[in-house]
C-alpha cells in the first residue's frame, strides 16, 4: 500500500493526524503517516514493521474490537536529534466502547514515536506505546488530559503484579 504524505511542517501535528485518523478509522489516512519501512510496537508487545504491516494489523482491530474506539492524544515533549528527525513523546487516552470483549472503558497509553522529515514533510520512522500501570497492582490507569488522574481500575483482567513482594 503506497502512501502519499501530506506536508507536515511540524512533527507534533504527526498526532493530531493521528488521532484524527484512528478516530475516523481511516486506513488511509493512517497510511500517510509512516514511512514505507516503520516499525510499531503495540501496548502488548506486537511486533510490526513495515508500513503495509502496520496498516493490515490496525485495519483488522479496527474493524473488530476497536470498531468504536476513540484516542485523545496530548503531546508531552518534542526533542529534535536534528532538524530532520525528532522524537516525540504524548500521552494517549484510549476509550474503547462495547465493541471489546469487556464494558466500556478507557485506559492511558505513553505512546512515543521517531519522526524524519524530508521533502514530503514528517512521517512516523519508528513507534511505540506503553500502557499505563499502577507498578504495585499491575491494573491500569488512566489519567485525563488535563492530570487529573481518574481512579485506577483493573481493566484487563490478569494476575496483579507484586512489586513489593518480589523486592522483599
Not at 485523545?72 to 529534535?80: A, E, I, M, R
Not at 478507557?106 to 505512546?111: N, Y
Not at 524524519?116 to 512516523?124: D, E, K, L, Q
Not at 511505540?128 to 492530570?147: C, H, L, P
Amino acid at each position: 500500500m503506497e502512501a502519499v504524505a501530506r506536508t507536515t511542517s511540524d512533527p507534533a501535528e504527526l498526532s493530531r493526524r493521528f488521532e484524527a485518523a484512528w478516530n475516523s478509522h481511516d486506513m488511509t489516512a493512517f497510511a500517510e503517516l509512516f514511512e514505507p519501512d516503520a516499525t510499531f510496537v503495540t501496548r502488548f508487545g506486537h511486533y510490526w514493521r513495515g508500513r503495509d504491516e502496520i496498516v493490515s494489523c490496525h485495519a483488522e482491530i479496527h474493524s473488530t474490537i476497536y470498531k468504536d474506539c476513540s484516542i485523545s492524544n496530548c503531546v508531552q515533549d518534542v526533542d529534535f536529534i536534528r532538524d530532520d528527525i525528532a522524537i516525540v513523546h504524548l500521552r494517549s487516552v484510549v476509550s474503547v466502547g462495547r465493541a471489546t470483549a469487556t464494558v466500556p472503558q478507557q485506559f492511558a497509553v505513553e505512546f512515543a514515536y521517531i519522526a524524519t522529515r524530508s521533502a514530503n514533510g514528517w512521517r512516523i520512522r519508528a513507534a511505540q506505546n506503553v500502557a499505563i500501570a499502577n507498578a504495585e497492582t499491575g491494573e491500569s490507569r488512566v489519567e485525563r488530559q488535563s492530570g487529573q488522574r481518574l481512579p485506577d481500575r483493573n481493566l484487563h483482567p490478569q494476575p496483579a503484579l507484586r512489586m513489593r513482594e518480589m523486592l522483599r
